[in-house]
């Protein structure tokens, strides 16, 4: 059986290795020693206690974890798979840490990637370990769960996504690694090239502009709200609907044939109940989103990462294919005043990731290849 590591502290670290903890595979965890807090009781109890909310093909039960550490190298040595479950902001603290210690033999799953993850760990890897040979990565769309911590030693999961997509980078491995993933999570399926699955994040169409445009009840700290249920009314669902427009326009000049946010949240929650004719109706309805309430502050990560590391590098790709996307960039300018920052100066752009010359057919290539 493959053993597998954890990196990250949050609430998808804690469900990744607790799930798979209790399906029977070796795991590790390990946190960054400044953030040791998120993992205190776990650590010292050993174990995670994992709760399962509606009918998940999951299992509730108290997960024995193999190490839970604050040591990267005592967590990754001898793994064979390593899911580094963070927000896309941390991932490159994730790179840089592990650079070293990382083995070419691994697979380094970012899950998800969001957009450019793969290729933002690759160069890392590559400018601190020259003439190393680097890991294969892999890329999810999304992440796989859907929950929340209780405190530092217990997590719930009300959302599992089936047929999710992955892609390898460089693309060229997916046939070689795709077998291995499979073996952990079933239903997966094969994307084309981290493009796609960078593209089909829907956290980048959905979160920025639900939030956007709830903005005056995060501020009433008393109301807490459902952010699908009650947040996706059905004005705000057509703003979203839009947005999406914008982003599959851009994969059609990619030459990649990028499914609806609707159709995708279907294919994923299907077996949960979700179902619908409109966005709104499925975001509104989907039992997996029954206990996920909104944010109470702008400070949160559905401005901070998805619009970084989402929304701007959708808006470079549609300047250099091309593409208009007025609502993007409208939630983009929204967002940075809503939380008083230049959300583009902190972004992962075309320009961060060294792409801002290169064409659409050499990015193409790029995305096969690797570096």
């Not at 999951?58 to 839970?68: E, L, T, Y």
């Not at 700290?221 to 851009?250: H, M, Q, T």
Request: glycine letters at 8%; proline letters at 4%; hydrophobic letters at 40%.
């Amino acid at each position: 059986m493959l053993k597998i590591g954890v990196l990250g502290g949050g609430n998808g670290a804690f469900i990744t290795a607790a799930d798979l903890a209790l399906r029977g595979f070796n795991v590790n965890i390990c946190e960054t020693p400044r953030f040791e807090r998120n993992i205190a009781l776990a650590k010292e109890k050993g174990k995670i206690k994992l709760e399962v909310r509606g009918n998940l093909p999951i299992k509730s039960g108290f997960a024995k974890i193999n190490k839970i550490t604050t040591d990267i190298k005592e967590a990754v040595k001898d793994r064979d798979i390593i899911f580094v479950v963070v927000p896309a902001f941390a991932q490159k603290i994730f790179a840089e840490w592990g650079a070293e210690i990382f083995s070419p033999e691994q697979i380094i799953v970012l899950e998800p990637g969001n957009f450019g993850g793969s290729l933002e760990f690759a160069e890392i890897l590559k400018k601190k370990c020259v003439n190393k040979k680097l890991p294969i990565f892999v890329e999810f769309e999304c992440m796989i769960y859907s929950g929340f911590k209780n405190d530092s030693g217990s997590v719930w999961v009300s959302g599992y996504k089936k047929n999710l997509k992955v892609a390898t980078y460089p693309g060229e491995f997916i046939n070689e690694i795709f077998p291995k993933l499979i073996s952990i999570y079933p239903d997966l399926e094969k994307a084309s090239n981290v493009l796609e699955t960078g593209l089909s994040n829907t956290n980048a169409t959905l979160h920025a502009p639900i939030l956007a445009l709830n903005s005056g009840w995060v501020e009433h700290k008393d109301k807490n709200f459902l952010f699908y249920w009650e947040g996706c009314s059905p004005a705000v669902a057509r703003v979203a609907e839009k947005i999406d427009l914008e982003r599959l326009l851009i994969g059609k000049e990619l030459g990649i044939n990028l499914i609806s946010t609707k159709d995708i949240i279907i294919k994923w929650y299907e077996y949960q109940g979700a179902k619908g004719n409109t966005l709104y109706e499925v975001l509104s309805k989907n039992p997996a989103y029954e206990w996920d309430y909104a944010p109470k502050t702008f400070q949160h990560r559905f401005f901070l990462e998805d619009v970084p590391y989402g929304m701007i590098p959708m808006e470079n790709l549609g300047k250099i294919l091309k593409v208009k996307t007025p609502l993007i960039t409208a939630i983009i300018e929204i967002a940075s005043r809503l939380t008083n920052q230049d959300l583009r100066s902190e972004g992962r752009d075309l320009r961060s990731l060294g792409l801002q010359d290169v064409c659409k057919e050499k990015l193409l290539e790029r995305v096969r290849i690797g570096v």
